[in-house]
């Protein structure tokens, strides 16, 4: 990482945001490719948000990622929406134009089909049969991506029913909810099966699942990176499953704000995930 009085600065705005591992991730590209820039984390308090978006101007920098509680507020608060933060939901990523205006965009969907489809290359999707445990945020992103991957049924799973119907509800077909209790049931027949909720993660509640009914064939996808075998992807590759972990998703959703501030397309390698891990006292 070099530093001049030209440097473009963008960072991580969130409350907290100590724990984050962006900042690592940037860095370690901002290094790689010699770039005249940093990037930061930005605590700030809820209460705090409006005036640091406008702070964003003010200060010059290039824009931001945007995490827990950010996230949906930052809808009423950039100038402009990409198509993918409309549908999702929420943004994560800012950019500041050169008139100053906040875009914003959602960059989670694009992080988790890139992911995919390079730990699962031989996978075609389209008008296959998907699998989703979990009806919170990072599912929305999900089912986004499946949408335009061109799934023909996306089966969303989650503990409280009412929550995976308004998503059906909202996204319409081929989005169905599927009641908790038949969560192994919603295997059968699906190419794919993909975690997005908590469970299985490191200090959180086990994930209770037998994957008798899934097909050989399918695929396993677990946004879990902590730890990053989960217990999921254990007994999938056990029985045969390709399986995915969560942290190319982390990875390939910064790409693309990465270049729009710095304007470098990176790439993921090895090299980068191995820095990411590097530190075990981060955990998100």
Not at 54 to 68: E, H, Q
Not at 157 to 166: E, F, M, P, T, Y
Not at 172 to 201: I, K
Request: hydrophobic share 50%; net charge negative.
């Amino acid at each position: 990482m070099r530093l001049s009085g030209k440097a473009r600065v963008a960072g991580v705005m969130g409350w907290p945001v100590a724990h984050s591992r962006s900042p690592r991730l940037h860095g370690y590209w901002l290094a790689h490719y010699r770039i005249d820039g940093a990037y930061i984390p930005l605590a700030v308090r809820p209460e705090a948000r409006e005036a640091a978006f406008a702070g964003l101007r003010a200060l010059g920098l290039a824009g931001c990622n945007v995490t827990i509680p950010h996230k949906e507020a930052a809808l009423g608060l950039v100038d402009e929406l990409d198509d993918q933060a409309r549908r999702i939901g929420a943004v994560n990523t800012v950019i500041v134009g050169d008139d100053g205006r906040l875009i914003g965009r959602n960059t989670d969907a694009f992080g988790f089909r890139e992911a995919l489809l390079e730990g699962a290359p031989a996978l075609a999707p389209e008008g296959g049969v998907a699998t989703v445990l979990g009806a919170g945020g990072a599912a929305r992103a999900i089912i986004v991506a499946l949408q335009d991957l061109g799934l023909g049924e996306i089966r969303v799973v989650n503990r409280g029913l009412d929550r995976a119907r308004a998503l059906a509800a909202e996204f319409g077909r081929p989005v169905e909810a599927v009641v908790w209790d038949e969560r192994a049931g919603a295997l059968d027949g699906a190419g794919l099966l993909v975690n997005s909720t908590s469970l299985g993660m490191a200090g959180s509640a086990p994930l209770e699942l037998a994957l008798d009914a899934l097909p050989p064939a399918a695929t396993v996808m677990d946004i879990v990176y902590t730890p990053l075998e989960t217990p999921l992807l254990a007994e999938a590759r056990a029985r045969g499953h390709r399986a995915v972990d969560g942290l190319g998703m982390l990875l390939h959703q910064a790409r693309p704000g990465f270049e729009a501030w710095f304007g470098h397309r990176p790439e993921v390698t090895a090299a980068l995930r191995a820095h990411v891990l590097d530190d075990g006292n981060e955990t998100a």
